[in-house]
């Protein structure tokens, strides 16, 4: 059983906007931190953006700043990214993750090994 779903992807014209949306299985994903990332072909994951559990605390890489927003409702157990005036090189299929060792520590999470649980993915494809 996915303990993390990934939905939202798309196809969409440079420019144009997207929001992802992250649907944890599990009560507990609501005190970890949590991360998106996004692999693009022949790439290395690399890291988008990261929330803290309570929401107070966010991070971003700088080509998402400015552009892309990272959420969370925890009363629903979901994580969202919105993503805004999106370029060809955002194309990349996006990864939520979560960090269940930093269960309620304040912290947003950057590097790939300091997740535990990851989605599938959702492609993101942006068209010039």
């Known amino acids: 059983q996915a303990q993390l779903v990934e939905s939202g992807g798309g196809l969409v014209q440079a420019g144009g906007s997207l929001r992802l949306s992250c649907a944890a299985s599990r009560r507990a994903f609501s005190g970890y931190p949590m991360g998106w990332f996004r692999q693009a072909p022949g790439k290395g994951r690399e890291f988008v953006a990261a929330i803290s559990w309570s929401g107070a605390s966010t991070s971003y890489t700088d080509s998402a700043k400015g552009r892309f927003t990272i959420s969370r409702d925890n009363n629903k157990n979901t994580v969202y990214l919105q993503m805004n005036n999106l370029k060809p090189e955002d194309t990349a299929v996006y990864y939520c993750?979560?960090?269940?060792?930093?269960?309620?520590?304040?912290?947003?999470?950057?590097?790939?090994?300091?997740?535990?649980?990851w989605g599938q993915g959702t492609q993101v494809t942006v068209s010039s």
């Open positions: 993750a979560a960090d269940e060792r930093a269960f309620l520590v304040e912290r947003t999470p950057t590097l790939v090994e300091e997740y535990d649980y």
